[in-house]
């Protein structure tokens, strides 16, 4: 991913929203998946976001928040790292549940309902899912949705209120980090709450680390014999 790209993903997380001693940084992986729009490219998304989130805790960071609603590398990052790892998948689902009976993953395309199929079954949550609804858009992972908000995002709100209508959601979920832009404009015209899955991240990230939180060695339990170079290689 170019510099604009990790911009367009960094401008999720606007200032007023970063607490004094925080400092977080984007960081594109080293060879990141196309569209994650099948178990192929969900390998490769997994372990490019390994790979980074190795070099992170080697580099001296404080904690690794994945950007990706796919919660792609979790498992395998918790059970190596000692910083807390966290993603908004999990984030944003959890939340959900907080804030409502039944929630919708509102997201760009029926190609990415394996992934949340994926993460939902893993974290048990299936009975507080109202459904997975998509605009059958493909995504623009560069640009995200600048310059096509005025067709995007009016679909989006219809998805959602049809999930409100119809599904009986009563809480939305953007269903990838990289609908982020989206957000404002959902919150301001839907009757229930929008969550944005990356924001959640972070300040869950914040909480964690002001806690002194991290994961359970008992759920996560660490290699007793680690090979952190196979990732490393596959990014040279």
Known sequence: MGAEGVAARASQLPPRLVLPGFEPEFVS????????????DSLLMDFSVVEAGLRAQEEGYAAVCIDTVSDSGLDALRSRLDIPVIAPGAAAFHVACMLGKKFTVLTMWDEWFALYEKTLTAYHLW????????????????????????????????????????????????GSTTMHQSHT?????????????????????????????????KAYPAPQAPNDAVYHGFAN
């Open 29 to 40: 992986v080293a060879k990141g998946a196309a569209l994650g729009d099948s178990a192929y």
């Open 127 to 174: 009975p507080r899912v109202a459904s997975l609804r998509s605009i059958n858009t493909r995504p623009d992972l560069e640009e995200l949705l600048a310059g096509k908000e005025e067709v995007v995002f009016q679909k989006l709100e219809d998805a959602a209120r049809k999930a409100i209508k119809e599904d009986g959601a009563d809480v939305i979920v953007l």
């Open 185 to 217: 404009y959902l919150s301001e015209r839907l009757p229930v709450p929008v969550i944005n899955p990356g924001q959640v991240a972070w300040k869950l990230c914040e909480m964690f680390l002001t806690l002194g939180l991290r994961h359970s060695r």
